[in-house]
């Protein structure tokens, strides 16, 4: 008689095993990327060497809120002070790499229960304690040599970013609605960096949209992080603050700031100078609506949101959206 394997043995549940040898097997679902992200399946081992993957190089795009903001504000002062900002973005990136290396030498041990987190250098023994400590020093340094180059505005930038940044790794990131209001500050200061090393003027409407959108986005990640942890019972072992967290609370909080996002861009493209402002917010809004709509129905449906950054470039539907946004924003400016 052929004997059944321990697949078998599970997926016909009609009767037991030793009566029904020749049952064919229940056809199994496969799991969503939630449940098995949870069971902790492996991610492909990045190719590049541990002390890189610490400094999170895939998160650096973050810095571009540095010239982002100043285009939309003053393109011609980016342009002519472009080489100033580039030492803004290269400030920022060498200040958010040495937090990186901060936050996953504090949480080490809480990243070795997480399915994902347990694979980075330090939870996974990549990289030992003191070479990463050295790691993080050799970014401050870089930071503060090039913040030497910066009018004294921009380096009280980079320097509030850096203590905002120390209180979160040491305490904030454990109070809920603290640790994503961090965050999103973190964007803040970016935007307002790059407003002073051009001498771009600085647009409040602008900011606030900044603010809630990066909000909006951290808000999700939380959303993705509850509902992996919960399936796996660790919420609050990996990351405290999970606790004062709930998916309802999470939607309501996701809706308003939607919302809020939404407005305020709206406002800010009315406030401008431009004769066709007006037109502009007009034919503008229906992309606003679809990125803000899409990320959503990645958050809530697709369950995405843990990785906001590599989840907006990488979702075709969002960057074609993109793409016509800008080029209309574009086309609009120069008519």
């Known amino acids: 008689m052929k004997r059944l394997d321990s697949e078998d043995a599970v997926g016909d549940q009609s009767g037991p095993a030793t009566t029904t040898p020749h049952a064919p097997r229940a056809a199994v679902p496969p799991p969503s990327p939630v449940v098995e992200g949870a069971a902790g399946a492996r991610p492909p081992r990045s190719r590049l060497p541990a002390p890189l993957v610490l400094l999170r190089p895939h998160q650096w795009v973050k810095n571009v809120f540095v010239l982002i903001v100043p285009l939309a504000v003053d393109a011609a002062a980016l342009w002519d002070h472009l080489a100033q ?8 990136t060498a200040a958010s790499s040495a937090v990186y290396v901060l936050n996953d030498w504090l949480d080490r041990e809480q990243d070795r229960l997480h399915p994902v ?4 250098p330090l939870a996974g023994g990549r ?38 940044n120390l209180a979160y790794c ?7 609605l603290v640790d994503v209001s961090v965050v999103a500050l973190g964007f803040v200061l970016r935007a307002v960096a790059g407003c002073l090393a051009v001498a771009a003027p600085f647009s409040p409407t602008l900011i606030i949209c900044v603010y809630c959108a990066c909000l909006l ?38 809706a308003v700031l939607l919302a809020t996002t939404l407005i305020s861009y709206e406002l800010f493209i009315l406030s401008e100078s431009h004769p066709h402002a007006a037109v502009l917010a007009v034919v503008t809004v229906p992309f606003a609506i679809f990125a803000l709509s899409r990320y959503m129905q ?4 697709l369950r995405g949101g843990g990785e906001p950054g590599r989840d ?8 074609i959206n993109a793409v016509l946004w800008v080029a209309s924003l574009a086309v609009g400016r120069l008519a």
């Open 298 to 301: 990645l958050v809530s449906v």
């Open 85 to 92: 900002a580039l030492v803004t973005v290269v400030a920022f």
């Open 127 to 164: 990289i030992g304690p003191f070479g990463a400590l050295l790691l993080g020093v050799g970014c401050l340094a870089v930071a503060a040599t090039s913040g030497a180059l910066l009018p004294p505005p921009v380096r009280a930038a980079v320097a509030g970013y850096l203590v905002l």
């Open 170 to 176: 040491l305490a904030l990131k454990h109070y809920p």
């Open 117 to 120: 987190k347990r694979h980075r």
């Open 312 to 319: 907006v470039f990488a979702d075709a539907p969002l960057v």
């Open 217 to 254: 986005l951290a808000l999700g990640k939380r959303r993705h992080e509850l509902t992996t942890a919960n399936l796996r019972g660790q919420a609050a072992a990996q990351r405290p603050a999970l606790a004062g967290y709930s998916i309802p609370l999470l939607d309501q909080l996701l």
